[in-house]
């Protein structure tokens, strides 16, 4: 990994100099805007709506527009808010954890020693971890003042943006106000299923199966050698003779999305029957309770649970 930030974790006469990483990564498959004609790349460009010319980069300013006036704020003007030149993360005050909503809880960020000695580093991480306390600091990040819940996981000290208090909306529904009589029948038939589906989470046995089939498809393509060649111009003659072959292509990334979605059906469902089998590998004396229907990625509850 590479920081993104360097800076001190400052509280009271404390100093703990520190670097910043990003903990968490997008792993969605990167798609870009093509000509469907040519496969020929859709690109943006920065035009002024005044002149109609085209502004590079390094010629645009910010603006505030209040609907009548524009003010315009220079590179110069942001760098000399005092806030853009600190490199601290100032600790306000230490909460108890379960006082921080989760709500809102944005962008993690892991932070790493960055002295000879890590020792106040550990000095704060353990007493985080002694006294059961979040602690609530202040930075500056990317141009804005940012507030903070500073955390420990895995030994790992976590910075994690928190929501200022006017960006979190009131949750204002009038038919939530309405009186519902709920019977102690419904509450208990209803806690019964909340337990056929209960189970200890494991984050590692859901998969993105959208972003999964999506790959799949895009080898099947790369394989069956239906990939444009975009350094070169198609007429139209090659266009139409390619067109006999859509069909048959078609099929083909259907049948491969099909048998990776039954290759992984019958991972899943030889992972159940191992589970369901004794130490030897025969089948367990009492048959699991029978789940009811969900997705392919929930995890299915434990076979000594009856079902409601």
């Not at 969605?28 to 590079?56: F, T």
């Not at 009186?179 to 208990?188: D, G, P």
């Not at 048998?259 to 369901?276: F, T």
Request: with cysteine; aromatic share 6%; hydrophobic share 35%.
């Amino acid at each position: 990994m590479r920081a993104i930030w360097k800076g001190a974790l400052t509280f009271g006469l404390v100093n703990v100099p520190v670097k910043v990483y990003s903990a968490t990564e997008d792993h969605d498959v990167s798609l870009h805007q093509v000509h469907n004609k040519d496969g020929g790349r859709i690109r943006y460009q920065r035009i002024c709506e005044i002149d109609g010319q085209v502004v590079p980069y390094s010629d645009i300013d910010k603006a505030y527009d209040d609907g009548e006036k524009t003010v315009v704020l220079t590179k110069e003007d942001l760098e000399s808010l005092p806030a853009e030149r600190s490199r601290e993360i100032d600790v306000v005050e230490f909460v108890p954890s379960e006082q921080i909503d989760l709500l809102t809880l944005d962008r993690a960020y892991y932070l790493e020693p960055d002295s000879a000695s890590p020792k106040a580093y550990v000095l704060l991480r353990k007493t985080l971890e002694q006294t059961d306390r979040t602690a609530i600091v202040r930075f500056s990040l990317r141009q804005k003042t940012r507030l903070a819940a500073l955390r420990v996981r895995d030994d790992v000290l976590v910075l994690q943006t928190l929501l200022w208090s006017d960006e979190v909306r009131e949750a204002a529904f009038p038919s939530l106000d309405e009186s519902v009589r709920i019977s102690a029948k419904e509450l208990e038939l209803s806690a019964s299923l909340v337990e056929s589906f209960s189970s200890d989470f494991d984050p590692e046995e859901f998969k993105d199966e959208y972003q999964e089939e999506l790959r799949t498809l895009i080898e099947a393509k790369l394989e069956k050698g239906d990939a444009l060649d975009t350094s070169e111009t198609f007429g139209e003659q090659e266009e139409e003779e390619a067109g006999g072959e859509v069909i048959d292509l078609m099929a083909a990334l259907r049948a491969s999305v099909e048998k990776s979605r039954a290759a992984r059906e019958v991972g899943d469902a030889n992972a159940s029957g191992n589970e369901d089998a004794g130490g030897d590998g025969k089948p367990a004396a009492k048959a699991s309770a029978k789940k009811p229907a969900a997705k392919s990625s929930a995890k299915k509850p434990a076979a000594k649970k009856k079902a409601s």
